[in-house]
């Protein structure tokens, strides 16, 4: 018995650390990730059978060193964030992870309608009653989903806390590939933008048009970056992307990147290896071609033209946040986006967890989770 649950520890070890090349082994890796104690348990358990059994002293020896070492690996993706945890005054409860994040009484106004002319465009608004006359922040909410997939209602949890916090959160349903490529998304984006900033919708959530953010994970991470830094461009060399319904144009005051897409152009030249979503494949439906046949579009489907043609000082606020292990999207992605914000001269707040996995905080509760939760509210309340 001892035998076979070291067995199953050590499977469930591998799975969680092997180069995943198809996407159901990804996902597999994922759910092995977000639970390591369950291989850390199986390993533990093989320990106290072993013992038991009472094999020959050799393999007995043996097994106990591996069994131990099984669960030391187990626990790397739970132990090594927290001391950035630790750095970012954040002391994860474990209580949180084993049943969690906590559970918050929001009251969500589901499938709103913002702009009359575009009723299809829907948000789901989450907030709390609002005490007094003073206008609150809005968050503008992105799903992830590789441009294709997806829908607002991901991650409740964090939306929740913001609201919590005194923020109105707008949870965005955007338009997707292939039905609708580069730059629709980003156009609905700019919409809401601009009706959020309307008396009346200003007036009928009670928000502050001047402290307006934009936050998204994956794709919708890219989309937060790109949306919010095209936003009141101009220049020869930059494209005209107007809001998909008659507003006019507003600049958020901030944007909050997870695990995001940077340059287009290179993340199809250098996708991860083993690359389980196919990322040309998608970019190219995405984008309506390759790299070579619509160079103008991916670069304007990227922030970095906008870092470099925007005036001084003139982008949003940026908190990048990134998993080190990111099987999916690439963590250079992330590094490479505060590069080159930094040249500009810019000083984004760039996050990378160690060992964490694309989607880190889509499990409630979880270790990255509950940082990413914390540094969000944090860096939107600066």
């Not at 050590?10 to 597999?28: D, E, I, Q, R, S």
């Not at 579009?297 to 970095?304: N, Q, T, V």
């Not at 996050?351 to 889509?362: A, C, K, M, T």
């Amino acid at each position: 018995m001892g035998r076979k649950l070291l067995i199953a520890s050590a499977l469930l070890v591998a799975l969680m650390f092997l180069p995943a090349p198809l996407y159901p082994l990804w996902l597999a890796r994922f759910v092995v990730r977000e639970a390591a104690l369950l291989p850390a348990i199986l390993a533990g358990w093989a320990l106290l059978r072993i013992r038991r059994e009472s094999p020959p002293a050799p393999r007995r020896t043996g097994a106990c060193v591996g069994a131990a070492l099984l669960i030391v690996a187990s626990l790397l993706p739970v132990l090594a964030p927290l001391p950035l945890c630790l750095r970012h005054g954040v002391t994860p409860s474990l209580w949180q992870y084993l049943t969690g994040a906590p559970s918050l009484s929001i009251p969500v106004e589901r499938n709103v309608a913002l702009a009359s002319d575009r009723p299809d465009l829907l948000v789901d608004v989450y907030r709390t009653a609002k005490p007094g006359a003073d206008l609150r922040p809005a968050v503008i909410v992105l799903h992830s989903g590789s441009f294709h997939f997806g829908d607002k209602g991901e991650a409740p949890a964090v939306s929740r806390q913001l609201a919590a916090a005194g923020y109105v959160v707008f949870d965005l349903r955007y338009r997707l590939a292939p039905t609708d490529r580069f730059p629709a998304a980003v156009q609905d984006i700019k919409c809401i933008l601009g009706r959020l900033a309307e008396p009346a919708q200003r007036t009928r959530f009670a928000i502050d048009p001047a402290r307006i953010a934009l936050l998204g994970r994956s794709a919708g991470g890219s989309l937060a970056l790109t949306a919010g830094y095209a936003a009141q461009a101009a220049g020869p060399d930059l494209p005209a992307i107007p809001p998909s319904c008659a507003v006019s144009e507003v600049a958020p005051r901030a944007v909050v990147a997870i695990y995001p897409w940077g340059d287009l152009r290179a993340a199809y030249a250098h996708p991860p290896r083993p690359d389980p979503l196919g990322t040309p494949t998608l970019f190219r439906s995405y984008i309506g071609g390759t790299p070579q046949e619509l160079p103008a579009a991916y670069a304007h489907a990227s922030p970095g033209i906008y870092i470099r043609h925007r005036p001084p000082r003139s982008l949003p606020a940026t908190l990048l946040v990134h998993g080190s292990a990111d099987g999916l999207v690439d963590a250079q992605n992330s590094r490479a986006v505060a590069a080159a914000l930094r040249t500009a001269g810019y000083a984004p707040q760039h996050v990378e967890i160690p060992l964490s996995e694309h989607g880190f905080d889509q499990r409630p509760g979880g270790v990255g989770e509950q940082l990413a939760r914390t540094l969000i509210v944090q860096f939107l309340d600066q």
